[in-house]
């Protein structure tokens, strides 16, 4: 994205010239990115060749999935309805991992029928669950076991999922039981073990500080695990002085993981292969001035994009039109939802802007349109796709009729 004689572009093509066709609020994503974004995780971590499963409920638009397919990913998916996306999307059965606190046995039991490759188990009420469907198929299921580190992903609260007060996964007793009690069972075989800390993490040490948890397993209960699941979670930069993940150093402490455990890599992102991939477009309907405050009113709300409102979360804001003339006045993009959450950025100032023009809201590619909610009966947004300089619509937005 950039501008070019002071309008803005996302891939060479004019975002005003984007909004004229579709209108706002649209959800646009770019092809180019998403590729970049596909190749740079694998070379950061191609010395061990890891399964890629794609985080689905990060997104989960058909198109989008086939993309990442095209481009060799699995799955991660934590419903029935996103393994059926998956498989809908041609991701093949035996690169799909199930992961979720709370799998129905009718979930289990399509997991089962598909032969995905596995279900990450985190409970034992959960593998004799398993255990049933598996004796009534006669078959034995691959399963992994999430492990809860008890560790601080140093993320957002309300995205960090491997601390004991959270509730995903087993602590280490826990696991090692499961693993004496299953090993030798004809219907369970526990060929994974798995874990997930947070998401939006920046620093590579809870990674380091998980891998030390997981030997501690391995030497403790002395089982091979043909897969280890080290989930995702790998953040973006939101803010352009935002401190980077450290990839090399991850990547090289994972390469002596596996080395010592010949054992294959499973990871699980979402946010670090589409996040940054996706924008928001929409309009500015009012400017509301008051004493100390500018209120710039758009036609995007929380029930479009949640996450600010839902954790506090940043994201840019950019003019579809640049210009030079900054009003040094506290700024808050607004939604029109009758929330005082629905409100997008605080600013100091801004430049200029009047009513009717457009804005992007940068970095939604990931937990934008998943969150999205038809709050207030408020209909969904298109979403779009660049590819090759071409645009195209992937998801047609709601009409009134399809929801009151």
């Given at each position: 994205m950039?501008y070019?004689k002071?309008k803005l ?8 010239k984007i909004i004229?066709?579709?209108g ?8 180019n990115?998403?590729k970049e974004?596909i190749?740079k995780?694998?070379k ?5 060749n890891?399964?890629?499963?794609f985080?689905?409920k ?6 989008i ?9 699995g799955a991660d998916?934590?419903s029935i309805?996103?393994?059926m996306?998956a ?11 199930f992961?979720?606190v709370?799998?129905t046995?009718d979930?289990i039991?399509?997991a089962?029928?598909?032969?995905i ?10 593998i ?14 691959d399963?992994?076991i999430r ?5 601080d992903a140093r993320t957002?609260?309300e995205?960090t999922?491997?601390?004991?007060s959270n509730?995903?996964?087993l602590?280490d007793?826990?696991?090692?039981s499961l693993?004496?009690y299953?090993?030798n ?6 060929k994974?073990l798995?874990?997930?800390i947070g998401?939006q993490?920046t620093s590579?040490?809870p990674y380091?500080?998980?891998l030390k948890a997981?030997?501690k397993i391995?030497?403790?209960?002395n089982f091979?695990?043909?897969y280890i699941?080290?989930g995702g ?9 935002e ?5 090399k150093?991850y990547?090289?402490r994972?390469?002596?993981f596996?080395k010592?455990?010949n054992t294959?890599i499973?990871?699980e ?5 589409v996040g940054?991939?996706?924008?928001l477009?929409s309009?500015?309907?009012y400017?509301k ?6 209120f710039?009113?758009i ?6 994009l949640?996450r600010?409102a839902?954790y506090?979360a940043?994201h840019r804001?950019?003019?579809t039109?640049r ?7 506290r700024?808050?993009?607004?939604g029109?939802?009758?929330e005082t ?9 801004f430049?200029k ?5 457009n ?5 939604v ?6 969150l999205?909610?038809n709050?207030n009966?408020?209909t969904s ?12 619509r992937?998801k047609r937005?709601e009409?009134l009729?399809?929801?009151?």
């Amino acid at each position: 994205m950039h501008y070019y004689k002071k309008k803005l572009l996302i891939d060479n093509v004019p975002v005003d010239k984007i909004i004229r066709e579709f209108g706002t609020p649209t959800y646009c994503y770019s092809y180019n990115q998403l590729k970049e974004n596909i190749l740079k995780f694998k070379k950061y971590f191609n010395k061990f060749n890891p399964l890629i499963c794609f985080a689905v409920k990060s997104n989960n638009n058909n198109k989008i999935l086939k993309e990442i397919a095209n481009l060799g990913l699995g799955a991660d998916v934590v419903s029935i309805g996103e393994l059926m996306a998956a498989l809908k999307s041609n991701i093949h059965p035996n690169k799909i991992v199930f992961s979720g606190v709370g799998k129905t046995y009718d979930e289990i039991k399509f997991a089962v029928n598909k032969k995905i490759l596995l279900i990450n188990a985190e409970s034992k009420s959960e593998i004799e669950t398993i255990l049933k469907i598996a004796k009534k198929n006669n078959r034995s299921v691959d399963i992994g076991i999430r492990l809860n580190p008890n560790i601080d992903a140093r993320t957002i609260k309300e995205i960090t999922t491997g601390k004991s007060s959270n509730k995903f996964g087993l602590v280490d007793k826990e696991i090692i039981s499961l693993i004496n009690y299953y090993k030798n069972s004809k219907f369970i075989n526990i060929k994974c073990l798995s874990v997930h800390i947070g998401s939006q993490i920046t620093s590579h040490l809870p990674y380091l500080k998980m891998l030390k948890a997981i030997q501690k397993i391995i030497d403790k209960c002395n089982f091979y695990f043909e897969y280890i699941d080290l989930g995702g979670g790998m953040g973006i930069n939101y803010k352009k002085d935002e401190k980077k993940l450290n990839f090399k150093k991850y990547s090289e402490r994972i390469y002596k993981f596996v080395k010592k455990n010949n054992t294959k890599i499973i990871f699980e992102p979402g946010r670090s292969i589409v996040g940054n991939a996706g924008y928001l477009l929409s309009k500015i309907i009012y400017i509301k001035k008051t004493r100390n405050i500018n209120f710039i009113i758009i036609d995007a709300g929380m029930n479009d994009l949640m996450r600010p409102a839902l954790y506090k979360a940043y994201h840019r804001i950019i003019p579809t039109k640049r210009n030079v003339n900054q009003i040094r006045k506290r700024h808050e993009f607004v939604g029109p939802v009758c929330e005082t959450t629905d409100k997008f950025l605080s600013t100091k100032s801004f430049q200029k802007l009047n009513e009717g023009d457009n804005i992007v809201l940068c970095d939604v590619g990931a937990y934008g349109k998943t969150l999205s909610s038809n709050y207030n009966l408020r209909t969904s947004a298109d979403e779009i796709l660049i590819k090759n300089s071409k645009v195209k619509r992937i998801k047609r937005k709601e009409k009134l009729r399809d929801i009151i």
